[in-house]
């Protein structure tokens, strides 16, 4: 048999370069307590009497940790070492700072760049443009986040949609070869301002209407890049192709455009598909298998948050968005077909009962009742008046579960940069210390360790960040502290916005973020462009 063609030829030297970089931050750095401060400055700050998580997922360790400027100088026993600040971690764990590879902030962050609700879960780095939409061109919107001075550092994916719909509308057909180069162009020249990948979300409009040949094309730019290929998968139910055709479409795009994916979200949506995990996680294995490198990011809740208009309307009717839908409802020819489509929509995702609107603050059954209308009628009523987010009770424990406890799978919100008093699903304010202390803590499905592994160089591997992630010497001070025994989330579906508990110190590029006295308001974090990471860029 012929021998998988893992890494193409142009870029075998560069991933060797890579994995040399990655080895030796972590063999030959781990553990140095003999090392001077070379330059006999006095330490910044010094971390001490904590318990170091380092982020590969090795078990902890005893350590001090002593910061210059923005980086990690030294690990080990600095009892009698000056520093400027000294911070007691006693009875905590020290970790590098978890990575959000999941967000939609683009917008948000450029409005509130302290991005308390994710620097108070620990984030310090969090990525958006997910699901195929993201702001654009990229080079100014980047701009526009540095002069935002945010306090953690930010990463954007181009999104497919975005890019189609500049070159397409919404036009459902395949691309003409004029357009598709036009799209590809576009993928090239944000990839060149600093993009770190593309993102589709191929459930969507007009996402949904492009077919692998022309995501393949687009995802081959990106591989010729470096970057990587994220995907809100077609299907992750039976909407349309089936959630395991979906997964297996992802992997294919992987395969034939040469590029390193990530699954984004990943889940069993709805009665139809649960209790599938296994058979997603066997395609998955079985693709790394044959030398397609994906991974997958999913948040530690049973429920889901969307658009209703993506949720219950069929996509096949939103060409030409709500008036188009509104111009072909009121053709009597296809308004029965819509109808049936939406009601197996609702179905498929557990009834009206399991669908709260956001905008109303309600149950779509409890809509339905008020109005006097059936749960159909209201869900247009609601889109007509201008939409709204929902919150779909869709997943089972089995299959979060099964799917938090493959080493295949990193931690992403699915959130946004948000204030208090927001309403939405609590993955903005609670993800990160959730999976800490319910699925940590409380339900033993993974170790401290594993568990920060899938939050710090899981996501920064996936990312190409090799001076992130892990805590070793010469590595970006990005630390979370926090107390093993009280680090919980405390946001519900009731009460969205509230904080967590237990995570006492975040430090962001070497600046003290968070402390006892809470949010230090530094705006510490960076915008980081892929064309500007030097160290071992990865194809796949």
């Known amino acids: 048999m ?34 001077a401060n070379e330059t006999g400055e006095k330490y910044d700050i010094i971390i001490e009497n904590g318990r170091i998580i380092d982020g590969t997922g090795n078990p902890w360790y005893y350590g001090d940790v002593g910061i210059i400027g923005d980086r990690i100088t030294r690990i080990g026993c600095l009892k009698d070492t000056p520093a400027k600040r000294r ?57 526009n986040v540095e002069k935002a001075r945010p306090a953690v550092n930010y990463i954007l994916l181009a999104g497919h949609s975005t890019i189609r719909r500049r ?10 070869n004029r357009e598709l180069d036009m799209m590809k162009d576009l993928v090239d020249e944000s990839m060149r301002a600093g993009a770190f990948g593309l993102s ?28 990587v290929y994220v995907s809100h998968i077609r299907d992750e139910s039976d909407y349309n192709i089936g959630l395991l055709a979906a997964i297996r479409e992802a992997v294919d795009i992987g395969r034939l455009a040469d590029v390193r994916v990530q699954i984004s979200h990943i889940k069993c949506l709805g009665r139809p598909v649960w209790h599938k995990s296994a058979e997603v996680l066997d395609i998955i294995e079985q693709a790394r298998s044959s030398g397609v490198n994906v991974m997958f990011d999913q948040y530690p809740y049973t429920a889901s948050s969307t658009g209703l208009w993506g949720a219950v309307f ?9 008036e188009g839908f509104f111009k072909r409802y009121e053709d009597t020819g296809e308004r029965q077909k819509i109808r049936n489509d939406m009601l197996a929509n609702i179905e498929r995702r557990g009834g009206p009962e399991t669908l709260y609107i956001i905008r ?5 059954s409890e809509l339905a009742e008020k109005w006097e209308l059936d749960p159909v009628d209201a869900a247009i009523e609601i889109q007509r008046n201008g939409g709204s987010s929902v919150i779909s009770f869709n997943m089972t424990d089995h299959d979060l579960e099964n799917f938090m406890k493959s080493p295949y799978g990193m931690i992403g919100s699915d959130g946004s940069v948000s204030s208090p008093g927001s309403m939405g ?9 959730r999976v800490l202390g319910v699925y940590v803590r409380e339900r033993n499905i993974l170790s401290w360790e594993e568990a920060v592994r899938k939050m710090t160089s899981a996501p ?22 926090f107390d093993p025994e009280r680090v919980t989330d405390r946001a519900t579906y009731e009460n969205p916005s509230l904080y967590p508990e237990g995570i006492h110190w975040v430090l962001v590029n070497g600046k003290i973020a968070i402390d006892e006295n809470g949010h230090s308001g530094v705006p510490a974090g960076r915008v980081l462009r892929h064309n500007e990471i030097s160290a071992g860029r990865l194809n796949r």
């Open 200 to 227: 589709t979300g191929l459930y969507y409009t007009p996402g949904f209407f492009a077919d692998i040949q022309e995501i393949t094309e687009l995802a081959k730019v990106v591989a010729h890049h470096g970057g």
């Open 167 to 176: 070159v397409m509308g919404g036009e459902n057909r395949p691309p003409e």
């Open 87 to 143: 911070i007691d971690a006693s009875n905590k764990f020290i970790s590098p700072g978890f990575i959000d590879i999941h967000t939609h902030s683009d917008n948000v962050i450029l409005r509130i760049p302290s991005a308390d609700n994710s620097v108070k879960q620990g984030l310090t780095t969090i990525v958006g443009g997910n699901c195929g939409g993201s702001p654009f061109p990229v080079e100014d919107f980047l701009d």
């Open 314 to 322: 069929p996509a096949w009717a939103q060409e030409g968005g709500t």
């Open 360 to 364: 109303e603050n309600a149950l779509l």
């Open 2 to 35: 012929k021998t998988p063609h893992i890494f193409t030829q142009r870029n075998k030297s560069l991933a060797l370069i890579g994995f040399v970089i990655l080895t030796a931050g972590l063999l030959l750095f781990p553990l140095d307590t003999s090392r």
């Open 425 to 433: 699903h609590p993955r903005s304010f609670g993800t990160f210390p």
């Open 460 to 481: 920064a591997t996936q990312l190409g960040l090799f001076d992130r992630g892990i805590i070793r010497t010469g590595m970006f001070a990005d630390i979370v502290i």
